[in-house]
């Protein structure tokens, strides 16, 4: 195998055309990724809480909307905001943008049940003796519930960031100029005499990168199962 073309091709895959132009390549994936993982973390965290806070009408209506973006694909998401709401409203959607929204919707609506699930793990317990002492529901989750939850639900964080950084990948059907793009183009140019050479290379990344989010998450995990064993 010959990976030449890498190291003549790496500056492009790793930032795309800057600081001549935008931003792409491995950076942007990671850009992606980054806002993607915060915005889902919030949409998350909200949903989740509201769940276990709201009453069952509302609990309804957030299960029915946190199951809808459960179910769709991400493609079909990603096709939805990028090309059915500019028709709708005859406004433009930023490619960027439109990837941004539609991980953070999917990974939002994935971490809300967990989220909600952490929270039901403190036991019920801890809500009545937050009550007893004269909190009301609000201050209970703030300063007893959330601060024994976070740390179980730390993992399920990183676990949808992993997800999230795989799906950036295909931000290549709307044209992004994402690592998996700015690869493809690579691979054109050289008219596919090295397409094995190059989607490894494009695996191996996305490999050496999930790998080390689950590293922190296993780390987590086992620092809060210490932790746990001792109390």
Known sequence: MNFSFVFDNFEYLMIGAWPNGPAGGLALTL????????????????SGIL???SGPKWQLVLVAILGFFRAIPILMLIFWIYFLLPMMLGISAPKVQTIVLALSLVGGAYLGHSVAAGLRSVGDDQWAAGLALGFNR???L??????QALPRMAPSFINQCISLTKDTSLAYIIGTQEFLTLARQID???TGAYSTEIYLFV???YFV??????FFAECINKHYSKERQFV
């Open 31 to 46: 850009l992606l990724c980054v806002f993607s993982a915060v915005l889902s973390a919030l949409f998350g965290l909200l």
């Open 51 to 53: 769940l276990v806070m």
């Open 138 to 140: 609000w201050k209970v």
């Open 142 to 147: 703030w300063f007893l519930i959330l601060p």
């Open 188 to 190: 054109g140019r050289l």
């Open 203 to 205: 695996g191996i990344v």
């Open 209 to 214: 990168l999930c790998m080390t989010l689950n």
